[in-house]
């Protein structure tokens, strides 16, 4: 007997497959969720962290998928999928791999196979996330809606321009925090702090003002200028910054990252 195609099926059991099962938990999702990878390790850690199905066999997984969820490196996409082969029923699949198009997953695993692409935040573990969608003309209006509430169990969603995809992958990332964070508290520590407080007033300084914005309505740059008092200290630290290249660093940073995602586009 065929197995039914019920499930929501990861193809990857990956970091962001975990983030995903853990905020899906944390959310009380109920639906049956089964995870694919050919590491057995991996699959035994979420199936006894996350609860799990899992499953070690590339197609037994594809057969039970009414959703599947495609969470491999963008460098494994390809070979994937082609040793997925074609399929004879229609199936609706989502991408998460950073910068392969629409059109190369249409080319790779061809119709009746639906795509969109997905890219969701590992904050997603905590239900804090953020996730692009972007949706290929022929994917069917009620499969969006069904895409869109999974991803937001785990956070807030946007439906956004292929073409914008990549510029919002290297912009979105919590790395960004987790990189300015650990930058700021070091250079607290070099001035004196002891780690422990030089942690608690980094995160102070990036993310309770941000948290602020978000919840208010007051312009940014007027919380800018009410942070930074001319002649004050944070104003002087912020001019230095500057003139040291910061806003320059980012721009340079954000480019080399677009240029990985095109770089994955050509596959």
């Known amino acids: 007997m065929k197995p039914r195609p019920i499930a929501t099926v990861f193809l990857g059991g990956g970091r962001i497959t975990g983030a995903l099962l853990a905020g899906l938990r944390l959310a009380g999702y109920k639906s049956q ?77 061809p119709a009746p196979v639906r795509w969109a692409r997905a890219m969701p935040s590992p904050a997603s573990r905590s239900g804090n996330g953020l996730t692009a969608l972007a949706f290929d003309r022929t994917f069917p209006p009620s499969a969006r809606r069904e895409v869109e509430a999974l991803f937001s169990r785990v956070g807030r969603v946007l439906e956004i321009p292929e073409k914008q995809f990549d510029a919002f992958t290297v912009t979105y990332s919590s790395s960004h925090g987790y990189h300015a964070l650990s930058a700021l508290a070091q250079a607290a520590q070099n001035l004196g702090l002891d780690p422990k407080t030089s942690l608690i007033a980094a995160a102070h300084g990036l993310a309770d003002g941000i948290v602020a914005w978000r919840k208010g309505r007051i312009p940014l740059d007027n919380l800018l200028q009410e942070a930074a008092t001319p002649g004050g200290t944070a104003a002087a630290a912020m001019a230095a910054m500057n003139a040291a290249g910061y806003r320059r660093t980012i721009a340079r940073g954000l480019k080399a990252g677009l240029a990985r995602a095109r770089k994955n586009a050509r596959g």
């Open 33 to 109: 969720l089964i995870v694919h990878d050919r590491n057995r390790y991996k699959l035994r850690e979420l199936k006894l962290q996350y609860g799990a199905i899992t499953e070690a066999g590339l197609h037994h997984a594809v057969a039970r998928a009414r959703l599947l969820i495609v969470a491999v490196r963008p460098d494994s996409v390809r070979s994937l999928l082609q040793e997925i082969g074609d399929l004879t029923r229609p199936l609706n699949a989502v991408s998460l791999a950073a910068g392969v198009p629409l059109a190369n997953l249409r080319k790779w695993l």
